[in-house]
């Protein structure tokens, strides 16, 4: 599902429960949130032109470059302003949906995005990406924001949610959030995610 489809289902009560959401005060109208992790936002750029971009700045200076978003993803105040900009030159590309966002990274559409993690080292190795994509870290000292499990207030009492994040503190504790964590993630960025 589009991730504007799971927010409007979510807050309809059409869908009970979905994972990978960020708090907003929005969000927190229609939704529990049961907090799992915090995940940092990286840029992935094309090999091709990688060697040229080093940071935010080198990409905007060259007006060739497109970069690509998920039309409905949150993104830090100061990619935001950033990705603002490239819209204002319509150089952004929307997508809907985290799939079709690296369809268009392996087609060349685009020469970058911006990924978490648990998203990019899945679409890296599916698609086959690995020596197509060069991942920079444009932020180093943004710790990330935190995100979770998100149940609909409409089908989930605060009772209830609370259950829930209980179960994912117990997880956390006793080290099963971070075994399935580390069967997809390097060690680092396992900790990292935790360090919530």
Known sequence: MSRARIFADLA???LDMSLSGIPTPERDRYVWFAIYGRVRVYALIRAAVAARVHGADDFLHQDQLRFGVVRTFLQPADQAQWLDQLRRAQRLHEAVNVDDLFQMLKRGRI???FAVPPFFRKFITDLHMQDEIIVQDWSPNDK????G???????????????????????????????????????????DMLDY
Do not use: C, Q
């Not at 990330?144 to 995100?147: H, K, L, S, T, Y």
């Open 12 to 14: 309809s009560g059409a």
């Open 111 to 113: 020469d970058g995005l």
């Open 144 to 147: 990330g924001v935190r995100g």
């Open 149 to 191: 499990l998100m149940l609909a207030k409409s089908r989930f009492s605060e009772a209830e949610a609370e259950r829930w994040r209980a179960l994912i503190r117990e997880m956390r504790d006793d080290g099963t959030l971070g075994r399935i964590l580390g069967h997809y993630l390097p060690g680092t960025e396992t900790k």
